[in-house]
């Protein structure tokens, strides 16, 4: 199998099981309610990273949008991969190489980490979908082939991103490419909500198409479904409001016309329908479920009324919610327009959470921008009843806190023009990375404070994030009938014995207690339901 490979890679290809754990300390100012959605502050690097512990293969979705390496847009991510942040990387981790880096090696080397904790993030019948263009796209293709496997891939989606098109250009482009893969073959993606006039006919039931029943498929025939091939009889006397004839599978006096499924070279072809099902569906002699048309040349066809209001998903997205434009007017209604230009519509990312189907689901998007997949997800809840999370990653401090939160706030809280004007509901926490949590050794940094490694046991336990200002060291505080608790202190005396556990006891219930070393015999722990912990080796690493 050809190797793909580029000046850098060997440096950053396990980069990311090299990156310290990094804590992710709430802020309250700035959160929406308590909520399990989160907004992270952050180098997107660090932040997957600090993600691992709570969320490894977890993720239902991840959406990115990450730079087009088009060298035009102007942010910290910029799209020559040369700002200050990535350079500064660059030369730590891939060292002097780094400075005779093409612009394509960059990209290379900054995205590669990044989408192997990605995949790692993902749950098993997850996906990634990545917004692209032309500059990287077939290179993207390659390291999302080595990380995901070449197997896993689903589709390069054409996006009309511009009706118009770039008119400067000599040819107007008008697309960029949205790429698909899974993580495993039990990903399943499933339909989308069909267009007004996806349904042309009607009928005493409803909307309806005619789709024919002989499989047109040529890989398909009398020669390996012979279950498949059977004579279907027409009633040519008795018609519908529409013209339309009953069927049956049995000849009779009524049912005399007798068709075959062959193809128009007049060759055995099959029926998509057993036997069975056909008699199941032509018992009461209806045309509500299939029905036989004659066309001019007197050959009589075989129809299935297909009412399903949900189509498979094409590879071109060509609908006006897709538009670029369409982000824009949404972020104007919001008055932050000014502030982030040409962010993703809304439309996009409801589109992608339609194929994955799950109400349920974690969507996570490491490139947040102007926070459209929060929205899309907050707005899809409210639509059916659902109860996605999302975990938005924004590295810029000023876009974080000016744009995407409050973008979030408005879309929780309601705003003029807005899909719903009087909000979502729900919420958001927001969160900043804090100091490293432990060495290269993987033993606690000696300059971790008590407070960061509280906050990773407790997240770690409950799932939850920590209040730090409601913890009185060494009690953490509680879920359910359990009570957490840590003895932690930077002179090493970190002993549970007689005098440290008395003011523990007082806690009814399991007390699940974090220290270096446990002088407490067993009887004792078992009776006053105690459970130790030992620290660093009890700790969950990644």
Request: hydrophobic share 30%; charged share 25%.
């Amino acid at each position: 199998m050809p190797q793909f490979t580029w000046i850098g890679k060997d440096k950053v290809e396990n980069h990311d099981k090299d990156l310290p754990f990094r804590v992710l300390k709430p802020n309250k100012a700035l959160s929406v309610d308590g909520s399990e959605n989160l907004l992270i502050e952050g180098d997107n690097l660090e932040a997957l990273k600090a993600l691992m512990p709570f969320y490894y293969n977890k993720v239902k979705c991840v959406y990115i949008d990450p730079p087009y390496n088009t060298g035009n847009e102007e942010w910290v991510y910029n799209d020559k991969v040369n700002s200050p942040q990535i350079r500064a990387w660059l030369n730590e981790v891939v060292g002097a190489e780094g400075e005779d880096l093409c612009r394509h090696d960059k990209w290379l080397c900054m995205m590669y980490p990044r989408l192997k904790l990605l995949y790692e993030l993902l749950s098993d019948d997850g996906a990634i979908f990545v917004s692209i263009d032309d500059n990287e796209v077939h290179y993207l293709r390659l390291i999302l082939d080595e990380i995901f496997g070449e197997n896993n891939f689903q589709a390069q989606i054409i996006v009309q991103s511009n009706k118009r098109g770039h008119t400067f250009k000599q040819l107007a482009k008008t697309h960029e490419y949205l790429l698909c893969y899974s993580k495993t073959n039990k990903t399943k993606l499933y339909q989308l909500n069909a267009d007004e006039g996806h349904l042309p006919e009607k009928d005493r039931i409803g909307d309806f198409s005619s789709r024919e029943l002989r499989n047109r498929n040529p890989k398909f025939g009398r020669f390996n479904r012979p279950n498949l091939y059977y004579p279907i009889y027409v009633n040519p006397q008795k018609k519908d409001e529409n013209g339309f004839s009953p069927v049956s599978n049995e000849k009779s006096k009524e049912f005399s016309v007798e068709v075959l499924p062959l193809n128009s070279r007049n060759e055995e072809s099959c029926w998509r329908w057993s036997g069975k099902k056909l008699n199941e569906n032509t018992k009461n002699e209806s045309t509500d479920v299939i029905y036989a048309k004659q066309k001019q040349t007197g050959e009589w066809r075989i129809f299935e009324k297909y009412r399903n209001a949900n189509v498979s998903a094409k590879t071109i997205w060509d609908e006006t919610e897709v538009i670029t434009e369409q982000g824009t007017t949404q972020l104007r209604f919001m008055g932050l327009r000014e502030q982030f230009p040409f962010p993703k519509p809304v439309g996009l990312i409801n589109k992608v959470i339609q194929l994955m189907g799950d109400p349920d689901g974690i969507y996570l998007d490491s490139f947040a921008g102007s926070g459209t997949t929060g929205q899309a997800v907050l707005e899809s809840n409210n639509e059916d009843g659902g109860n996605r999370r999302f975990i938005l990653i924004e590295l810029e401090k000023n876009i974080a806190r000016n744009v995407t939160a409050k973008r979030l706030q408005k879309v929780i809280e309601g705003y003029e023009g807005a899909k719903y004007p009087d909000g979502t509901g729900q919420g958001f926490q927001y969160l900043e990375l804090n100091g490293e949590l432990f060495d290269n050794s993987g033993f606690i940094n000696p300059n971790s404070q008590y407070e960061d490694l509280a906050s990773y046991i407790y997240f770690t336990e409950t799932h939850d994030y920590l209040d730090l200002t409601s913890i009185k060291n060494p009690y953490l505080g509680s879920m359910g009938q359990s009570h957490y608790f840590l003895l932690f202190s930077s002179n090493g005396k970190n002993v549970l014995d007689d005098k440290s556990v008395k003011p523990m006891l007082a806690q009814d219930g399991i007390k699940v207690i974090y220290a270096d070393k446990c002088l407490l015999d067993e009887e004792f722990c078992l009776k006053n339901n105690i459970i130790f912990k030992q620290i660093p080796y009890e700790l969950k690493k990644f």
